[in-house]
């Protein structure tokens, strides 16, 4: 099991840039598939982007393609989401997940088993 803890969010207003980090600990980081989610208020957890294992692809949602960036540094064990061009409809808890998984299953939650606890991204004016 690795623990993932999430950091960075907070209160931004539309246009502008936030980056979350994702500490990860207690496991091989660099052989997981790291994916960020997120869950805005009663709706679905959604897949926003993933770094699969190795560092050896990206993959994003069409909502963020071009805005977020997704990136991991195995030799700290931290995966990081940047974040530019912030829209109302980004606001969400993002979560951080580490799994393994065949590529037709990357964007859905269950292909995740470890979670961190999520960080809350407001973005309002």
């Known amino acids: 099991q690795v623990q993932l803890i999430e950091s960075g969010g907070g209160l931004v207003q539309p246009g502008g840039s936030l980056r979350l980090s994702c500490a990860a600990s207690g496991g091989p980081f660099r052989r997981y598939d790291m994916a960020w989610f997120r869950q805005a208020p009663g709706k679905e957890r959604e897949f926003v982007a993933v770094?699969?294992?190795?560092?050896?692809?990206?993959y994003y949602s069409d909502s963020v393609k071009g805005r977020f960036t997704i990136s991991r540094d195995n030799a700290e064990s931290t995966l990081f989401l940047q974040m530019n061009s912030l829209k109302p409809e980004d606001t969400a808890v993002y979560y951080c997940?580490?799994?393994?998984?065949?590529?037709?299953?990357?964007?859905?939650?269950?292909?995740?088993?470890?979670w961190g606890q999520g960080t809350q991204v407001t973005v309002s004016s």
């Open positions: 997940a580490a799994g393994t998984a065949i590529t037709s299953t990357l964007t859905r939650a269950e292909s995740y088993a470890n």
């Open positions: 770094n699969r294992r190795y560092g050896s692809a990206t």
